[in-house]
C-alpha cells in the first residue's frame, strides 16, 4: 500500500538555525498537507499543495511539492523556541481512496 | 464555535473492559474521521465517515466499531480493551467544501490507557 515516510525522525537546532524536514512518498500524491503537533496537543492543519513544483509560503515556513509530486518539504528560516513540535506531512494518492496517509512526524526541538 | 471536542481526555481500562469515546463537531461538517497515534508514530487512521449513516474502515479498524447517527456526533467503541489499543485517539472532521482530501481539524485526543 502507499506509504509515506519522513526524515528526519528528530532534530535539535540552536534557535536562530534553519530547519528542513522532508516528505517522501511511494506513490504519486494527488496533493499533501502538512501539520503541526506541539508536545501534548493536537495536529493542526498548516497548508495544502496541490499543483506539481509548488512553493508557499507562511511567514518563516517555505512549502515545496516536487514535480513528480512523490516528494514534499517543509523548511523553517531562522527558529524560534515557538516552532518546537512535531511537524507532519499526510499525502493522498489514487490508490487508497482519497484518505489522507500521515508520515511518522518530525520532531523539531530548538535550544533558545 | 467549539471546533472539534472529544470526552473523555483520560481513561484507564482493564483488559476486556468496553468504552465509548464521544466526538462531536459544530461546523456542520460532513466527513469525520478516528485516528490513533502511538508514540514517536505518526496517525493512523481507525474509520472515516462521509456524512451521517455511512461509515468505513481505515488502516486498522480490528478491534473498534463506530457510529454516525447525526451529522455531529462519530462515537468510537472499543469492545473487549486489549493493551495493544493504549494510545492517543484524535477525531478529525473535514468541511463538505474540501472533500476527504481537504484539511482536517482535529480534536484534543483522548489518551487510553489498557492495563
Known amino acids: 500500500g502507499q506509504q509515506v515516510m519522513q526524515i528526519p525522525q528528530y532534530q535539535h537546532v540552536q534557535e536562530g538555525e534553519d530547519f528542513t524536514t522532508y516528505c517522501n512518498s511511494s506513490?504519486?500524491?494527488?496533493?499533501i498537507q502538512w501539520y503541526k503537533q506541539r508536545p501534548g496537543g493536537h495536529p493542526v492543519f498548516l497548508i495544502q499543495?496541490?499543483?506539481?513544483?509548488e512553493v508557499k509560503k507562511q511567514k518563516r515556513l517555505t512549502f515545496q511539492f516536487g514535480e513528480a509530486k512523490k516528494n514534499s518539504s517543509l523548511h523553517i528560516t531562522a527558529t524560534q523556541t515557538t516552532d518546537v513540535g512535531t511537524y507532519f506531512c499526510a499525502g493522498t494518492g489514487s490508490s487508497n481512496t482519497g484518505k489522507l496517509i500521515f508520515g511518522q512526524g518530525t520532531t523539531l526541538q530548538v535550544k533558545p | 464555535n467549539a471546533g472539534v471536542t472529544q470526552t473523555p481526555k483520560f481513561r484507564i481500562l482493564k483488559i476486556g473492559q468496553s468504552m465509548t469515546l464521544q466526538c462531536t463537531q459544530d461546523?456542520?461538517?460532513?466527513?469525520m474521521y478516528w485516528y490513533r497515534q502511538d508514540p514517536g508514530m505518526g496517525l493512523k487512521l481507525i474509520y472515516y465517515?462521509?456524512?451521517?449513516?455511512?461509515?468505513d474502515k481505515g488502516e486498522v479498524p480490528n478491534g473498534y466499531n463506530v457510529s454516525r447517527s447525526t451529522t455531529e456526533d462519530f462515537p468510537l467503541r472499543l469492545e473487549l480493551a486489549a493493551p495493544s489499543q493504549t494510545s492517543v485517539y484524535f477525531c478529525?472532521?473535514?468541511?463538505?467544501?474540501?472533500?476527504?482530501?481537504?484539511?482536517?481539524?482535529f480534536g484534543p485526543g483522548t489518551r487510553l490507557t489498557v492495563t
Open positions: 499543495l496541490v499543483k506539481s513544483g
Open positions: 478529525a472532521s473535514s468541511p463538505p467544501a474540501s472533500g476527504i482530501q481537504g484539511e482536517q481539524y
Open positions: 465517515s462521509v456524512g451521517a449513516g455511512i461509515t
Open positions: 461546523m456542520n461538517h460532513n466527513y
Open positions: 506513490t504519486t500524491l494527488s496533493n
